[in-house]
């Protein structure tokens, strides 16, 4: 079957780095993208790797290794504001759909 | 350009019942995916419509059903009402299948 695996809660300090993790078993997919979903709110595009390798938006930084099978999203310089779930999932391309991580809560403390 | 808009917002239905939510999205963007979030939860694919097609369906009852109208406005239905369908139901649309705009969700309570 396919399914991506992402740790349920991450906390770092405001102002430090994080990195969250997704791991998938899945194979033929175009790309791996990122959403953010505030409490109460609707997931947000963040990234789409198409590609192995880094892609940089201001501060935050998407990578994906086809080879390892692993994907990650790398958020700088936290901000209270970056408190929110954050999933990747992958884009199964010629089915039209995508398959979902359960999410990462990430708490950011003070 | 507006936004994905989800109607009704909240919704509070009784077992056994029907319901009907609505999904407008994005000028121009054809395609429309509907999903089922619960608390802790990814996201669940329920099906994705493509002009006036589906063209791939999640693995969910056949009580779970959708269309596309022509103006690309989509609906889901969801007949016999169990407790467990209590969901926030979400709606995204897209226009080349990869970054998918989000509608805000109905939230759907079932008692």
């Known amino acids: 079957g396919q399914s991506l695996e992402q740790p349920s809660e991450v906390t770092a300090v405001e102002g430090a780095i994080v990195q969250i993790n997704c791991t998938y078993q899945t194979s033929g997919f175009y790309g791996l993208s990122w959403y953010q979903q505030h409490d109460g709110g609707a997931p947000t595009f963040l990234s789409y790797n198409a590609l192995d390798g880094l892609e940089e938006t201001g501060r935050f930084s998407s990578f994906l290794s086809r080879s390892d099978s692993y994907g990650y999203l790398l958020l700088q310089e936290l901000q209270m504001k970056d408190s929110a779930s954050y999933f990747c999932?992958?884009?199964?391309?010629?089915?039209?759909?995508?398959?979902w991580g359960a999410g990462t809560k990430l708490i950011i403390k003070p | 350009k507006a936004g994905v808009t989800q109607t009704p917002r909240y919704l509070i239905k009784t077992r056994g019942q029907q319901v009907t939510l609505s999904c407008s999205p994005i000028?121009?963007?054809?395609?429309v995916s509907w999903y089922q979030q619960t608390p802790g939860q990814g996201l669940q694919f329920l099906f994705e419509?493509?002009?006036?097609?589906?063209?791939n369906k999640g693995n969910f009852p056949g009580r779970f059903s959708g269309r596309q109208f022509s103006n690309s406005r989509s609906e889901m239905n969801v007949s016999t009402l169990e407790l467990g369908d209590s969901a926030l139901y979400l709606c995204?649309?897209?226009?080349?299948?990869?970054?998918?705009?989000f509608g805000p969700g109905t939230r759907l309570t079932v008692t």
């Open positions: 995204a649309s897209s226009s080349q299948g990869d970054e998918q705009y």
């Open positions: 419509y493509f002009s006036e097609t589906q063209r």
């Open positions: 999932a992958v884009d199964m391309g010629s089915n039209y759909q995508l398959i």
């Open positions: 000028s121009g963007h054809r395609s």
